[in-house]
């Protein structure tokens, strides 16, 4: 085996299981978005998907979920929605790519243990890509709406706006993690390929029977 392909393993599961760690940091988070206003220097808030926080400046923290599920803006039901989705994928993703890395039980080396270890990263290492397409949707999505709404003409200057929390950058994080695993489990699964497709095919050996055995066997029987 190429220690480069199990480079590409290890740097894949340890970047894969790094993001699936952000991915639900993200998820669980109260600040995708943070708001303070000059009315009220003392206190800031936060908004995230399950709950909105107020910050005191005396570092009092209190909470409180919302509601009700169908009274929820349109893009936080979304983006709820999503990082569920991108957490069950990368969970799943990891799990699938851990039995398939040589390293893991390399003791049997049969060609066909190997393609069912190649199987098993390419899964998983597509569902990495999956998860970070999935990530980066709601937080680019949220992102964007903040932008727009921050700078709307329409609102007063003296409205407070929402900006960029500290959940929207852990989450670009997630994205671009889980993109980089899949490429190193797919690139890894390429490479194995490869090295699979240069090993020689043994050929049966056939008995081929001399003109002079035949010879000495009809005599025999003459």
Not at 16 to 22: D, F, K, R
Request: glycine residues 8%; aromatic residues 10%; negative net charge.
């Amino acid at each position: 085996m190429d220690p480069s392909v199990c480079a590409l393993e290890l740097l894949g599961v340890f970047f894969s299981a790094g993001a699936w760690l952000c991915s639900l940091a993200t998820t669980l988070m109260s600040t995708w978005l943070t708001l303070s206003t000059d009315l009220l220097p003392t206190e800031s808030y936060e908004l995230g998907l399950w709950e909105t926080c107020v910050v005191q400046e005396l570092g009092a923290l209190e909470c409180r979920p919302y509601d009700s599920l169908l009274g929820l803006p349109p893009d936080i039901k979304l983006a709820r929605i999503l990082m569920c989705l991108t957490v069950a994928t990368g969970l799943l993703g990891f799990l699938l790519a851990i039995p398939g890395m040589y390293v893991v039980n390399s003791c049997d080396s049969r060609l066909e243990d190997i393609k069912f270890k190649r199987v098993m990263k390419m899964i998983g290492g597509t569902l990495g890509l999956t998860a970070g397409v999935l990530c980066l949707i709601p937080v680019s999505y949220i992102a964007h709406l903040t932008v727009v709404r921050f700078f709307d003409d329409n609102v007063p200057d003296v409205v407070p706006r929402w900006e960029f929390g500290d959940a929207l950058f852990c989450g670009w994080t997630a994205g671009f993690l889980h993109l980089v695993a899949g490429v190193l489990l797919l690139t890894s699964c390429l490479c194995l390929q490869e090295q699979n497709c240069n090993i020689p095919v043994p050929i049966p050996l056939v008995r081929v029977h001399s003109a002079r055995s035949s010879y000495k066997t009809h005599s025999e029987y003459v």
